[in-house]
């Protein structure tokens, strides 16, 4: 198995708290993915990053931030928790080795974390 | 743009009963495609892939294949099990690092 630690892996804030998802890896990939996941919308992409101190967004970035320091550690932040926020939120991990843009597809998940914004 | 369309469930099936899920894609160039599975509290695993067309995935007895005639890639199993019972999803890979998933289909496999 990929080592990808999620932590916490449940939590329940309330409105206007900030929050942060720590997402750790042990592989050394390059590319780490930041998706929530709802009934019915399937995985939907947050943030993800190339590389470190490179990072995008993703279809679903408004209210989230990120930053990624190190290989090892990619970090999602709520400033600002909503309702709308309360969700399933993994993380993943791929290494790109085809030279080109795209993905290979084959990603690695963690465990995920459960987030409830009272 | 890029979309990927996958029949919706609860499917619910017998124990040693034929599986299939549909999957149809809509995409510019030639996309790799991809079938995921997420067992109960755990995340996405990667099932089966196929990267060109009438290439087959299979894992698991688990088989795909690729048909760009009809932007197709449904998953099918000749006899679940139980132990089937998961979340499948389809993806493609876009441009620019990301995937494109389809909602999920939520397989429930009875004995």
């Known amino acids: 198995d990929a080592g990808i630690t999620q932590s916490p892996r449940h939590k329940v804030t309330e409105t206007g708290t900030p929050v942060t998802l720590r997402c750790h890896q042990t592989?050394?990939?390059?590319?780490m993915y930041w998706y929530r996941q709802d009934p019915g919308h399937g995985l939907r992409l947050i943030h993800y990053?190339?590389?470190?101190?490179?990072?995008d967004k993703g279809e679903v970035s408004d209210g989230y931030s990120v930053s990624r320091s190190k290989t090892e550690d990619f970090l999602l932040t709520l400033e600002s928790a909503t309702s709308s926020q309360t969700s399933v939120y993994f993380c993943?991990?791929?290494?790109?080795?085809?030279?080109?843009?795209?993905?290979?597809?084959?990603?690695?998940f963690g465990e995920g974390s459960r987030l409830t914004v009272l | 743009g890029d979309s990927v369309t996958q029949m919706e469930g609860p499917v619910t099936l017998s124990e040693e009963a034929f599986l299939t899920i549909n999957c149809t894609y809509t995409?510019?160039?030639?996309?790799?495609l991809f079938w995921y599975v997420q067992y109960p509290g755990e995340g996405l695993q990667l099932l089966l892939k196929?990267?060109?067309a009438d290439d087959k995935g299979s894992n698991k007895g688990f088989e795909a294949t690729y048909r760009k005639e009809t932007t197709s890639f449904h998953l099918e199993k000749g006899s679940v099990q139980v132990s089937d019972s998961a979340v499948y999803f389809c993806?493609?890979?876009?441009?620019?690092?990301?995937?494109?998933w389809g909602a999920g289909t939520k397989l429930i496999i009875k004995p």
């Open positions: 196929a990267t060109k």
């Open positions: 592989e050394n990939h390059r590319y």
């Open positions: 993943a991990i791929s290494e790109n080795t085809s030279g080109s843009l795209k993905n290979t597809g084959e990603l690695f």
């Open positions: 993806a493609l890979s876009g441009s620019n690092y990301q995937l494109i």
């Open positions: 990053s190339y590389g470190v101190k490179d990072t």
């Open positions: 995409a510019t160039g030639y996309p790799s």
